[in-house]
């Protein structure tokens, strides 16, 4: 019986011990220069695909664009992999000048045909690249209709070889009746041929016509022009005075064609990788650590600093903030922050607390009742002290007038937003629902991981029972799911955020255009579109400004879709020997502008 | 010839089990609401297609279904839906060891000092040592890991600075997440070996052995143990798979690098793949370890070797 147990247990034991030279026990960040927790695992290192500002923060210390930001003032462009740039004087024309001594990190020279592939990458749909539209090809000459074009080229195949389900098929009919050109013709012909249903085969008839007057679309139509290695133009659609700012964003990043087509997607795994920022992966063990170290192939390699980084991926911010107070990590950010301690932070000297260009808002679904009513929408948004959500919140966030945080030059344009006012609140209300019995039952859809949401609904079904007499039940969803049905527009009031993309107010108020991929609400206005349009081919700030304020007016004094209830904040935390943080409104924190001086201690 | 059939006939059914469970998974996470690759920043919801048909979620679902098992068979599940950077078998390849490492060094403290916790109380049965250890058994099964785990790390880490509050390296890092990670086993562990400690005790051997005039520890740990300790092999089987499945909490708060982690995000981000890896890896584990168990009873219990 003894040598049984003695057998079973050296089985189980044995097999579990084989595992330990697999389970690595090294210290990774012993030597790190600066240790720091940006938060969770990122989820790609592709600038294409990205959308977090998490994936932001590595992907900017791993790549660099033609601009970058003044490491005095990150809200202002400075040269990057360009080192300078003409424009012309229609204000239409960008020409860069590529440094001689940019490479990649495989020591291979970096020319303006990566920027070209990068940027056909996204064009030609190789991509999922979710800021195709927003940050991307609408400022191209052309961007968009190539783009149309190929993604009317691309559904047409899936036509051809798939068949979808009839709402998924009209899905694809709508984006091709967009996009079609001459070129499209033989596939639609096809496809109208083969077509049963006699709905569908009008569309491919009114498609075929439609795509009958409009030419081929070829990528040398597109305003980017490779002059030589080291000189690329970009013609923009509209004179756009924040065009700076969209090129240093991530999604006009290059990326190595090389790689990019001998591994395919498999190009940002950590063993194929290559970069042209200022640093370099190290080591990566997923959900524990990345190790970054300087980039000895970068431009400038002087202006970097730190020479090997510690970047801690943490789950759960407690976590981080046990490791920063026993002297294991240098500086958190916020999303390293427990969110519920954020009040009793504020008190020391190591913490900063200051506002983003970001905004937490409600938003109506609009297209059923009882919100399709505009009074109903009024009467919630005038019942709303937005006063006591910041209160209870306790991170430092401010109350929300109206959708556009302050933004320097366009405030005195801004509308003042509907007024906290229960007493009219209940007339608007009584004007559509005489009996507040009748008022159907709304479910108030949130992020169930969020403790904030909980918070902030928890606040609203008090207010809106005290002020209006209605009850709103929760509706808490993972955030796949809880994305899934707003951009479905399944839900009746929702919890909604939005993080300023580039440094305008235009990013704000161009989400609710008709149709727009994050207005996810069903609101439209013909007149709104006109006005986004409008003040996307002004130059002049004023003007702009003033158009941008009118529509501003409609979405939230006239229309009320979206209500607007607090500035987020960003905090961090940060021992004093690191160097270099200069809080903005951007959250634009650059690795490369960080150091540490010598009075940092060594690790516990 | 006996153990070869019954060992055949144990191995025909795991193989049966791991499949049922894994094609099940295979229907059932595709009915979980949600998208895997949607985003806050859609704003053209058709560029998802893009990424679904590079995954081949564009396939009827029979193809799909094809190529998961034929993936599942050489153990490639093709690249993680979340974690872009990473194939599925890679990221089972590096948590795995780390997971087992730490169930292993849990698993044996447990047995240690259940075994000898257990013996104790059965040899001092009602005085106050046995209530004692009862009591802190109790707690420890009533106690759960993420109530434990925190407090340990304020106490021992922020307060005496004895230990890391986190971290994967250095094998003081090791010492709290073990703890954690063993003390519910340490309680079923005592208390299945003090129950068959006792009933070891009143058998006759035991008494032959005190009027021989051995010493009391022998009698106990020598002659009661071997057969107070059989309920406990039989546990370690279960208790094996379920300290490897069981290890997000702790792998969650002391930041290890393990693999329990993925079967809890694998499923908020709707990672298909890394899912089903997940769940074919677990229920090999399950499967392994209950095989085992099978075994030994084929040894114990002479009855399991007539059918």
Request: aromatic letters at 14%; one cysteine or more.
């Amino acid at each position: 019986m003894k040598s049984i147990a003695l057998g079973f247990f050296g089985i189980v034991g044995a097999l579990l011990l084989g595992f330990l030279p697999f389970a690595q026990l090294e210290q990774w960040e012993a030597d790190a220069d600066l240790r720091l927790c940006w938060g969770t695992e990122p989820k790609s290192l592709d600038p294409a695909v990205i959308t977090g500002t998490l994936e932001f923060k590595y992907v900017r210390s791993l790549f660099e664009g033609l601009v970058s930001y003044d490491p005095k003032n990150p809200l202002l462009p400075a040269p990057g992999i360009a080192y300078k740039w003409e424009v012309s004087k229609d204000k239409l024309t960008y020409t860069f000048y590529l440094r001689e001594n940019a490479r990649w990190s495989n020591g291979d020279p970096l020319t303006a045909y990566d920027f070209e592939y990068a940027w056909r990458r996204i064009l030609d749909q190789k991509v999922d690249c979710r800021y195709a539209n927003g940050i991307f090809y609408i400022y191209i000459r052309n961007g968009e209709a190539y783009y149309l074009s190929k993604q009317a080229e691309r559904l047409l195949k899936s036509l051809i070889t798939t068949s979808p389900p009839d709402s998924k098929k009209q899905e694809y009919l709508n984006a091709i009746a967009k996009g079609a050109t001459q070129a499209h013709l033989p596939q639609l012909q096809q496809l109208l041929e083969t077509e049963n249903n006699p709905h569908f085969q009008n569309q491919y008839k009114r498609i075929l016509k439609n795509a009958q007057q409009r030419p081929p679309i070829h990528f040398e139509d597109v305003g980017i022009r490779v002059l030589s290695p080291h000189k690329i133009q970009v013609t923009l659609q509209n004179q756009t005075p924040y065009i700076l700012d969209i090129f240093a964003f991530p999604t006009w990043f290059p990326v190595p064609q090389k790689v990019v087509e001998k591994y395919g997607d498999d190009w940002i795994h950590p063993q194929n990788i290559v970069v042209n920022g200022p640093f370099v992966i190290k080591k990566w063990k997923p959900h524990y650590m990345i190790i970054l170290e300087k980039n000895p192939y970068y431009h400038s390699p002087e202006k970097v600093k730190l020479q090997k980084v510690a970047c801690f991926i943490l789950d759960k911010p407690i976590t981080a903030l046990n490791y920063y107070d026993t002297g294991y990590l240098d500086y958190l950010t916020q999303s390293a922050i427990p969110a519920d301690l954020i009040e009793n932070l504020k008190t020391r000297p190591d913490f900063t607390i200051f506002p983003t260009f970001s905004c937490t808002y409600l938003r109506f679904n609009v297209t059923k009742p009882p919100f399709n009513n505009v009074w109903v929408r009024k009467a919630i948004a005038m019942s709303i002290d937005k006063r006591e959500i910041v209160d209870v919140l306790r991170g430092g966030e401010t109350p929300a007038p109206t959708l556009v945080p302050p933004f320097e030059g366009y405030s005195k344009y801004q509308p003042k937003g509907l007024p906290y006012d229960p007493e009219t609140a209940r007339k608007y209300l009584k004007k559509v629902y005489p009996d507040i019995q009748k008022f159907p039952k709304v479910e108030f859809l949130m992020v169930s991981s969020s403790v904030k949401t909980k918070q902030i609904f928890t606040v609203i079904r008090n207010q809106l029972k005290k002020n209006l007499g209605i009850t709103i039940e929760p509706k808490a969803h993972e955030w796949q799911v809880y994305l899934d049905a707003l951009s479905r527009i399944q839900y009746e009031l929702a919890y909604g955020g939005w993080i300023g993309d580039y440094m305008d107010p235009n990013t704000f108020i161009d989400m609710f255009i008709t149709n727009g991929g994050n207005n996810r609400t069903g609101w439209g206005n013909p007149r709104y579109d006109a006005w986004v349009k409008k003040a996307a081919s002004l130059t002049n700030r004023e003007e702009r400004f003033a158009i941008l304020g009118r529509a501003e007016k409609m979405l939230l004094e006239e229309e009320c879709v979206v209500v607007p209830l607090y500035y987020r904040t960003d905090s961090f935390l940060h021992k004093p020997w690191v160097k270099g943080i200069v809080p903005n409104l951007g959250e634009r924190y650059l690795l490369q502008f960080l150091w540490v001086d010598s009075k940092r201690k060594s690790l516990p | 010839m006996k153990l070869v059939y019954f060992l055949l006939g144990r191995l025909l059914a795991s193989i049966a089990v791991v499949f049922c469970v894994i094609s099940l998974s295979f229907v059932l996470i595709r009915q979980i609401p949600g998208d895997p690759f949607i985003s806050e920043k859609d704003a053209n919801p058709l560029v998802r297609e893009v990424i679904r048909a590079k995954y081949g979620l564009d396939k009827p679902p029979l193809v799909q279904y094809w190529n998961f098992i034929r993936g599942a068979i050489v153990l490639d599940f093709g690249p993680s839906y979340t974690y872009r950077s990473w194939d599925v078998m890679d990221l089972i390849i590096m948590g795995f060891p780390v997971s087992a490492f730490l169930g292993f060094l849990a698993l044996t403290l447990a047995t240690f000092l259940g075994v000898f916790a257990g013996a104790l109380a059965a040899a001092k049965r009602n005085s106050w040592a046995d209530y004692l250890t009862m009591a802190i058994v109790v707690l420890g099964i009533c106690l759960p890991n993420f109530f434990v785990a925190p407090l340990l790390v304020m106490i021992f880490s922020l307060i005496l600075m004895w230990f890391p509050p986190a971290g994967w390296g250095g094998f003081s890092q090791l010492v709290l997440p073990v703890i954690v990670l063993s003390l519910p086993y340490i309680a079923y562990i005592s208390r299945l070996t003090r129950a068959g400690m006792i009933e070891a005790l009143g058998k006759d051997y035991i008494r032959t052995a005190r009027a021989k005039g051995l010493k009391e520890s022998k009698v106990i740990f020598e002659h009661a143990l071997r057969n107070g300790i059989v309920p406990v092999i039989t546990f370690l089987g279960p208790a094996a798979a379920g300290i490897l499945t069981g290890s997000f909490i702790v792998e969650t708060i002391f930041h290890i690098p393990g693999m329990g982690k993925y079967f809890v995000y694998a499923f908020i981000n709707k990672d298909y793949s890394l899912i089903l890896g997940a769940i074919f890896i677990y229920s090999l584990l399950l499967v392994f370890f209950n095989f085992l168990v099978d075994i030994s009873y084929y040894f114990i219990d002479p009855r399991t070797r007539e059918n």
